[in-house]
């Protein structure tokens, strides 16, 4: 099969979202015959029929709906393709494409991050931070799909390399007028009288937390799931419930006296933040002066 055209890919996304021919003609400034003639060559260069033909426009065939799938994450990559060379020409000589947990972009990554760019010689890097749970970052990261990832320890990183990043400490956030709200301190297994707010099932805290309710036999009741834990702090503040988040996060909303902190004593409890990569022999120089900036912030 020869090479996919990328302007025929970017014809077929526009017949797709159009569902009409003269419409997406329009679009890419050709005509309805000369488009009807590159669906057809596309069609037959691949050979499976993409779209069925109707009156009144088209619809999506199985291996069309395939193929659509394809075709944006094609020209997402070209896009970006596009838009790093862009950089480069404007003076940016690297950049590293960085996959973080939430945890770790909430406490003190960005504050690295920007520390690390402000430094003379690293002028014309850039980094680029997306956010991923720690199952989807690994699975990244070991795909070489990105070639760094931060997230806790805990996850699998088997056939990674790994070094530490920073360390928090888990705390169980209150509202004032809570029974807990005095302690100086609690365990994990006194907040769960109470109903929690907490982040989604695909984070590595929620996964976290629901098997240490298993292991002590209590049930840990959620009243709200929030995505971030600013909203679960903002959630306590309400009287909605007992948040557990990290102490870093939670103490700035705590000086106003809206919310009360009490760190957990779980030996669990203090977590473990690491940079995970394939291998450091294969990193950009970018990236390997990344890797090994953040790991001496430990």
């Known amino acids: 099969m ?10 077929f996304i526009a017949v797709c979202e159009h ?47 395939i193929l659509l799938d394809h075709a944006r994450a094609m020209l997402a990559a070209a896009d970006k393709v596009g838009r790093d060379m862009t950089a ?42 997306e956010e991923r749970n720690s199952a989807a970052l690994v699975r ?3 795909e070489g799909l990105a070639p760094v990832g931060i997230c806790w320890d805990a996850a699998d990183l088997e056939g990674l390399a790994a070094c530490p990043y920073r360390e928090d400490h ?13 302690l100086p301190r609690c365990s994990f297994a006194q907040t769960l009288d109470s109903e929690h707010v907490g ?32 909203a679960s702090l903002r959630c306590v503040r309400a009287g909605l419930g007992v948040a557990i988040v990290p102490l870093e996060i939670g ?6 006296g809206s919310i009360k902190v009490l760190p957990l004593t779980d030996a669990w409890a203090r977590r473990r933040f690491v940079i995970c990569f394939r ?20």
């Open 2 to 11: 020869k090479d996919l055209d990328i302007t025929a890919l970017r014809m």
């Open 19 to 65: 569902r009409n021919l003269a419409r997406a003609g329009e679009q890419a400034h050709i005509s309805v015959s000369g488009l009807s003639k590159r669906m057809a060559q596309l069609e037959e260069q691949l050979q499976v029929p993409l779209l069925h033909r109707h009156r009144r426009g088209v619809s999506l065939t199985p291996a069309g709906e």
């Open 88 to 129: 480069y020409r404007q003076g940016i000589k690297g950049q590293v494409r960085l996959l973080a947990s939430v945890s770790s972009i909430t406490e003190s990554l960005p504050d690295d991050i920007a520390a690390f760019l402000q430094l003379p010689e690293h002028a014309h890097i850039r980094v680029d931070i």
């Open 140 to 142: 990244e990261v070991r």
């Open 170 to 182: 888990l705390c169980a956030a209150v509202p004032p007028a809570h029974p807990l709200a005095n």
């Open 199 to 230: 982040l989604p099932g695909s984070t590595a805290v929620y996964s976290m937390l629901s098997r240490e309710a298993a292991i002590i036999g209590q049930p840990l009741h959620y009243r709200a799931v929030v995505s971030t834990f600013d």
């Open 251 to 256: 103490a700035p909303f705590a000086r106003d």
């Open 279 to 298: 291998n450091e022999a294969h990193l950009s120089p970018a990236a390997r002066l990344l890797v090994r900036y953040l790991s001496d912030r430990k």
